[in-house]
């Protein structure tokens, strides 16, 4: 969108997508919605994920990283959301998993229930 001030209008300009972006094209990051208890562990989540259709990378471990604070933290498997200060809509960076024979990394939003 473009705002001319001349003459007071918006243009929109249709953009065809570039299919190498790693934002936008087929490479892009997945975002993956997540509701979850706050008293649920990693582990829990690890199942939500393996049962969203992708499964564990042979070659490493799957890794949890909190990436809504100033520097990414690892997170343990062993804590709860809540006993880790997670919030409702943070984002979590995972690694270690492959769908379809691809290695991915995901990004989980976890949408929190407050129960």
């Known amino acids: ?19 190498k972006c790693m934002l936008c ?6 975002i993956e919605e997540v509701k979850i208890p706050a008293t649920a562990t990693i582990d829990v ?3 939500i994920i393996k049962n969203r259709g992708y499964s564990y990378d042979p070659e490493f471990l799957p890794s ?5 604070k100033k520097d990414p933290v690892e997170v ?3 804590l709860t959301l809540k006993e880790h200060g997670i919030r409702n809509y943070e984002t979590l960076y995972v690694t270690g998993f492959t ?17």
């Open 64 to 68: 949890f990283w909190l990436i809504d």
């Open 99 to 115: 769908k379809k024979g691809k290695e991915l990394d995901l990004n989980v939003r976890l949408l929190l229930n407050q129960r």
């Open 1 to 19: 969108v473009i705002y001319n001030g001349l003459v007071g209008k918006f243009f929109y300009i249709e953009k065809p997508p570039n299919k």
């Open 76 to 78: 343990e498997m062993d």
């Open 25 to 30: 094209g087929k490479n892009a990051t997945v």
């Open 45 to 47: 989540l690890l199942s």
